[in-house]
């Protein structure tokens, strides 16, 4: 059982909007650690897709947006394309585990 | 551009031990604030963290792993290294090594990730 709570699938059509919820409490998210975000193509490592809650790396499209709010953080993408069927992982830190936790991921299905 | 690398024997006996390794390229394991971290994730599973290190030595680990894990580092080969003892059929799993985000210990990021390898614990 992951810390991290996120839902085990979403999908959408070409050109939507779909949002991917990572819920924790308040030995992670709800203590104000940051929240990181990983895309990971079928048959390939994970990608770092957002950090520090908000943040684009370099080469990552605006399409993907971050956002956190309390014990929970969201990962947005708008304009949903077909190369975005991935798996989606969030990341934390957790002070009681004392490391680094992960969700168990989000199967991302274009229609 | 940095790259990483994982090495090691694709599949282990059960209760032996596992070794593998993680070759930086296009930069130095030394350079920065850097810690280098190990993450597996068993088949049709999620992501977990095994373990980070500092070219320095100093590591840490997932409470969940740590009596059974050992990471080392060799800066002259640009490597840094993960052992772990006791194999069960749970540690089947893609292992990826990582470079881990300078900054605040509890605020670091994953990236980039080595292509995994895949060990399988079976007799």
């Known amino acids: 059982q992951s810390v991290l709570t996120q839902p085990s699938s979403v999908s959408g059509a070409p050109g939507q909007r779909v949002s991917i919820s990572c819920s924790g409490n308040?030995?992670?998210?709800?203590?104000?650690?940051?929240v990181h975000w990983y895309q990971q193509l079928p048959g390939t490592a994970p990608k770092l897709l957002i950090f520090?809650?908000?943040k684009r790396p370099s080469g990552v499209a605006d399409r993907f947006s971050g956002s956190k709010s309390g014990t929970s953080a969201s990962l947005a993408i708008t304009g949903l394309q077909a190369e975005d069927e991935a798996d989606y992982y969030c990341?934390?830190?957790?002070?009681?585990?004392?490391?680094?936790?992960f969700g168990a991921g989000t199967k991302v299905t274009v229609l | 551009q940095l790259q990483l690398q994982e090495s090691g024997p694709g599949q282990v006996k059960p209760s032996e031990t596992l070794s593998l390794t993680c070759t930086v390229s296009?930069?130095?394991?030394?350079?920065?604030?850097?810690?280098w971290g190990w993450v597996r994730q068993s088949p049709g599973e999620g992501l977990s963290w095994i373990g980070s290190?500092?070219?320095?030595?100093?590591?840490y680990y997932s409470p969940s792993l740590k009596s059974r894990v050992t990471l080392s580092v060799d800066r002259s080969k640009n490597q840094f290294y993960l052992k772990v003892t006791s194999l069960t059929a749970a540690d089947t799993a893609v292992y990826y090594c990582?470079?881990?985000?300078?900054?605040?210990?509890?605020?670091?990021?994953?990236?980039?990730w080595g292509r995994g390898t895949l060990v399988t614990v079976s007799s």
């Open positions: 990582a470079r881990m985000s300078d900054g605040d210990f509890e605020a670091v990021w994953f990236g980039p």
């Open positions: 990341q934390s830190y957790d002070r009681r585990l004392s490391g680094y936790v």
């Open positions: 520090a809650n908000t």
């Open positions: 296009g930069g130095s394991i030394s350079s920065g604030s850097y810690y």
């Open positions: 308040s030995s992670n998210i709800g203590a104000d650690f940051d």
């Open positions: 290190i500092y070219y320095t030595g100093s590591a």
